[in-house]
């Protein structure tokens, strides 16, 4: 079956980079998705990227595909206290179809 | 606006007890779908649906049960609620047709608890 795995937490401090990884095992993952949940809130879509593509930014985004390795990471630049939250990456086989979400790793940033 | 609404928020209910959480979109997608959220878990998929009259079992699906008789719905039913069934539970859905990614929409969540 998929599986999708994330390390748990990241600590960093505000203006720093943060890099969240994420590994996945089915080779047929068309999308691969960023989530963000912040306390006691839904689902919030940060990006996405197609399995063709090795790179995706957006703003203070950015995506990394490796897809020999099944890697996926999300940094965010200058890092601010905002961005304090769960993130998710989650793939699916196609657009719309359900998805599977890796563990989440929580995002603390410090002063 | 479309939107997509949960509810209750939360809920409180004995061992045993049925319980339905409802789901009630108004984006006109096909697609519905029912996670729930477990520490250590992430999100995992309990049932969905791909239109009118159709359902399919996900990962999780075992004491549950949804039905779709319209496309505005998807109800999420817990057959006998058990302790481990507590949980926090996102309903979401998609348009196969809409811009990937941005054609799916999360609810806010029912927190429920079993005792």
């Known amino acids: 079956g998929e599986d999708v795995e994330q390390s748990l937490f990241l600590s960093v401090r505000e203006g720093d980079s943060s890099v969240i990884n994420c590994t996945y095992t089915?080779?047929?993952?068309?999308?691969l998705y960023w989530y963000k949940q912040e306390p006691g809130a839904g689902l919030q879509l940060l990006t996405y990227?197609?399995?063709?593509?090795d790179m995706k930014q957006d703003q203070r985004l950015t995506v990394l595909l490796n897809k020999k390795d099944k890697h996926l990471s999300l940094r965010i630049a200058d890092t601010q206290t905002g961005d304090s939250a769960i993130y998710f990456c989650?793939?699916?086989?196609?657009?719309?179809?359900?998805?599977?979400f890796g563990t989440g790793t929580r995002l603390a940033v410090r002063p | 606006d479309a939107e997509i609404t949960q509810s209750p928020r939360h809920k409180i209910t004995e061992t045993g007890r049925q319980v339905t959480l409802a789901c009630h979109q108004t984006?006109?997608?096909?697609?519905m779908f029912w996670y729930r959220q477990d520490l250590g878990h992430g999100l995992r998929l309990i049932h969905y649906?791909?239109?009118?009259?159709?359902?399919n079992k996900g990962e999780v699906s075992d004491g549950y049960s949804v039905s779709r008789s319209n496309t505005e719905d998807l109800p999420l039913t817990l057959e006998s609620a058990a302790s481990s069934q507590t949980s926090v539970y996102f309903c979401?859905?998609?348009?196969?047709?809409?811009?990937?990614?941005?054609?799916?929409?999360f609810g806010s969540g029912t927190r429920l608890t079993v005792v």
């Open positions: 979401a859905s998609s348009n196969a047709k809409g811009l990937a990614g941005y054609g799916y929409t």
């Open positions: 089915d080779s047929s993952s068309t999308y």
């Open positions: 990227i197609f399995s063709n593509m």
């Open positions: 989650a793939e699916s086989q196609s657009s719309g179809d359900k998805l599977t």
């Open positions: 984006w006109n997608h096909n697609n």
């Open positions: 649906s791909y239109g009118v009259q159709d359902t």
